[in-house]
């Protein structure tokens, strides 16, 4: 069973607030000129607030925060995001892998960008309702 495509839009202004929230204001996270001078594409964002973005989808699916068991993923790709008023979207899909007897759906995740799949491994264990 697959679940509602949840997409995510990310802008310059958003990781500047995601900087001040988790106090990792990395040039790569702000600057092009610093982020392709160490070889990366162009500014990038947070790793964790990628990974946060599809937590949030995850708990949407869920119902809520707090039925979300458990969590995980790995970094595949950056998300780079262009200097301009739109920036980038992450698109989050999951399949329902398993509904085990005690109540507890486990969900595959895919998270891309630009048709890039951004992180790997991402999977989440949640309540189900009722």
């Known amino acids: 069973?697959?679940?509602?495509?949840?997409?995510?839009?990310?802008?310059?202004?958003?990781?500047?607030?995601?900087?001040g929230a988790s106090g990792d204001f990395n040039t790569?996270?702000?600057?092009?000129r610093l982020a392709?001078?160490?070889?990366?594409?162009?500014?990038?964002?947070h790793g964790m607030f990628t990974m946060a973005l599809v937590g949030r989808a995850v708990t949407t699916w869920?119902?809520?925060?707090d039925a979300v068991v458990d969590y995980g993923v790995r970094f595949t790709r950056p998300v780079v995001v262009p200097d301009d008023d739109f920036g980038?979207?992450?698109?989050?899909?999951?399949?329902v892998r398993e509904v085990t007897e005690d109540g507890?759906?486990?969900?595959?995740?895919t998270a891309t960008c630009q048709?890039?799949?951004?992180?790997?491994?991402?999977?989440?264990?949640?309540?189900?309702?009722?």
């Open 28 to 32: 790569i996270h702000w600057s092009d």
């Open 104 to 109: 507890l759906t486990r969900l595959d995740i």
């Open 1 to 19: 069973m697959e679940l509602p495509t949840q997409t995510f839009r990310v802008t310059r202004a958003d990781l500047i607030r995601y900087a």
């Open 115 to 130: 048709g890039d799949k951004v992180l790997s491994m991402a999977r989440a264990t949640v309540r189900t309702a009722g």
């Open 88 to 95: 980038t979207e992450i698109v989050v899909t999951a399949v």
């Open 36 to 45: 392709t001078k160490v070889g990366l594409p162009g500014v990038i964002a």
């Open 62 to 65: 869920a119902g809520a925060p």
